[in-house]
Structure formats: structure tokens, C-alpha cells
């Protein structure tokens, strides 16, 4: 696939923490700033308009916190003023991002991560597509 994207031209993508478009299993706690399950990073020059469907594999409803867009993914507090908690309801599944729009922001190096309690690890499956743009072709 062409890395370049033309003027109003779009394509459909994995999410880049996918390996062939398969599902991410959210596999870490957030025990430090960098334990985080990596869900997808909009790469520079593109606006990513992202999907992702969250799937509770367990019996209990299990708390899904997803870290949109910080402005810097190394430093805690910045971290904790772009996450979200979302509880996903026992063998469940919910569209926890319906076409958000996404860009590269300041010093970060992922654009959305996610993590659990320790005792719900590996308990949530993330799915979903991105549609890139070229970004220079909005504004």
C-alpha cells in the first residue's frame, strides 16, 4: 500500500497496535507511564479518524481506560487529563470511539493507549479500523 495520500483520497487501516487487523488484547495495568497496551498512533502529515470496539470477555463488568491524545505520553499528568474510563458490561461489547478524529499533538510518541485494573489484564479485546487522511488537504 502507497505510504502517500492524494488530494481527497482516504483509506481504510488497522489499528496500528494490531498485527494483521486482529485484536488487541488489553494486557497491561498502568503500574507506570509507559504500562500501556498501544492501541493506535496517527503518524504525522494525517488525520486519522479512528473506530474501536471494546469486547468484555468476562463475567463481570470490567472498567476499560483509554488515553486519548496526550500532549505528552511520558508525563503522568498529562496522561490522567487525557484518559477515560469507560465500564464495559459482562460478555459485552461496546463502540467506545465512533470516527474520532485524531492528529499528531506535541511531544507523543502512541495517540491512544489503553489499560485495566491489574485483576481485569487480558480480560477486554479491542477491535476497529482507522480511515486516514491526508491532512494538509483539510484546512
Known sequence: MPASLNAQEARREHLQGSIGGGAISVALDY??????????????????????????RSAA??????????????????????????IIPAYNSYWVLQGDA????????????????????NKVLLTGYVVRMNSGLLY
Open 31 to 56: 503500574s507506570t507511564a509507559d504500562d500501556v497496551t498501544v492501541v493506535h498512533h496517527v503518524t504525522a502529515g494525517f488525520v486519522d479518524s479512528v473506530w474501536i470496539q471494546a469486547h468484555n
Open 61 to 86: 463488568d470490567v472498567t476499560l481506560q483509554l488515553t486519548l491524545n496526550p500532549s505528552d505520553d511520558a508525563n503522568t499528568t498529562a496522561i490522567d487529563l487525557a484518559t477515560v474510563a469507560v
Open 102 to 121: 485524531f492528529r499528531l499533538r506535541g511531544t507523543n510518541t502512541t495517540t491512544i493507549t489503553a489499560h485495566t485494573l491489574t485483576g481485569d489484564i
